[in-house]
Nanobody, 120 residues
Framework: QVQLVESGGGLVQAGDSLRLSCAAS????????MGWFRQAPGKEREVVGR????????YYADSVKGRFTISRDNAKNTVYLQMNSLKPEDTAVYYC?????????????WGQGTQVTISS
């Protein structure tokens, strides 16, 4: 069982930066690939990106590529989402999730989400 808790959301202006954190419980954190997702009001949840268990591999959605960076610190059981050059369209609830395989499979564990609001 893995429990995930996101933090770091808030209200910022367009062009600002935010760093979200996702703290995980358990002693096998490094065996899980971690994903970041977001859901804006009235829209479907979409993938932001993911990172492999070792941190060596990452993937980003086109909408955030070059602005967002995912990293992890396995010693701290934490994955991060650094968001730069934020836009109003980045406004959403952001979730982290964990699954065993980096490329395929269902995300087994989800956090409760953290709200990110970007004002223009």
């Amino acid at each position: 069982q893995v429990q995930l808790v996101e933090s770091g959301g808030g209200l910022v202006q367009a062009g600002d930066s935010l760093r979200l954190s996702c703290a995980a419980s358990g002693r096998t954190f490094s065996s899980y690939a971690m994903g970041w997702f977001r859901q804006a009001p009235g829209k479907e949840r979409e993938v932001v990106g993911r990172i492999s268990g070792s941190g060596a591999k990452t993937y980003y959605a086109d909408s955030v590529k070059g602005r967002f960076t995912i990293s992890r610190d396995n010693a701290k059981n934490t994955v991060y989402l650094q968001m730069n050059s934020l836009k109003p369209e980045d406004t959403a609830v952001y979730y982290c999730a964990a699954r065993r395989d980096y490329l395929v499979g269902v995300y087994e564990y989800w956090g409760q989400g953290t709200q990110v609001t970007i004002s223009s």
